[in-house]
């Protein structure tokens, strides 16, 4: 029994850098990977929005450069965490595609709606990189858009805090963790779940998130399965 039919994942570039927090960690890669694979598996149709926050930070590495061309960087980090997931869930028999934003003939497809839509259909992960391929957004917008686009039921938002809180709770020990919360009071409260553009994508498209911890790999598959995994955002 599957929660979901048509999923969207967003990765963070940290994600893949594991405990060096930089770079690409390929046993972090590859845990990820196998459980992507378990959840195709399942007959569930997945696209990837990944970021390249392992690599380069936009803006908050670039602070003294044109805030476009610091994006423009990041996009490229991007497609770098694109080709190595692509090549560690291909070892592992999923037929892949990597999308982009920015035209890389010579490494992907441009990004075209209905050709994701038809790799999806036939089985194969899609894998978004470039984010919108415009500076001034960011990846959690690219994964509300692609969501939107591609008609996928749920973005799964894979962070290293296990789901919603009222604040930090690195910072405030008094933080609490939501089971439930709406999109209505993420705004309201500025709780840094994404960027308010995306959230704000989200709510206007109805396309509900699960935030949950990506440090076990294998709440991927607990959240297909329908378990309670981390906060829901509605």
Not at 125 to 136: K, L, R, S
Request: with cysteine; aromatic share 6%.
């Amino acid at each position: 029994m599957i929660a979901y039919k048509r999923v969207l994942l967003k990765l963070s570039g940290e994600a893949l850098a594991g405990k060096e927090g930089h770079g690409i960690d390929p046993d972090v890669v590859g845990a990820i990977s196998d459980k992507i694979k378990e959840v195709v598996d399942m007959g569930v149709q997945v696209s990837i929005v990944v970021g390249g926050g392992n690599f380069w930070r936009g803006a908050r590495n670039g602070h003294k450069m044109d805030r476009a061309s610091a994006d423009y960087m990041g996009m490229l980090a991007t497609a770098m965490n694109g080709l190595a997931l692509q090549d560690a869930l291909e070892a592992r028999g999923l037929y892949t595609r990597l999308q982009t934003a920015i035209e890389m003939r010579e490494i992907a497809e441009p990004y075209i709606k209905r050709k994701a839509a038809k790799h999806l259909e036939k089985g194969r992960v899609v894998i978004f990189a470039c984010g919108t391929g415009h500076p001034y957004f960011s990846t959690d917008t690219a994964a509300a858009l692609r969501a939107a686009e591609t008609e996928s039921e749920v973005i799964l938002l894979a962070k290293t805090i296990d789901g919603v809180y009222s604040a930090d709770p690195k910072i405030d020990a008094s933080a609490v963790k939501y089971d439930e919360i709406s999109y209505k009071d993420v705004l309201a409260q500025d709780l840094k779940v994404m960027d308010s553009t995306a959230t704000a994508l989200c709510k206007d498209n109805n396309i509900p998130l699960l935030v949950f911890a990506i440090s076990d790999p294998e709440n991927i598959v607990r959240v297909i399965k329908g378990e309670k995994v981390g906060t829901i955002v509605s």
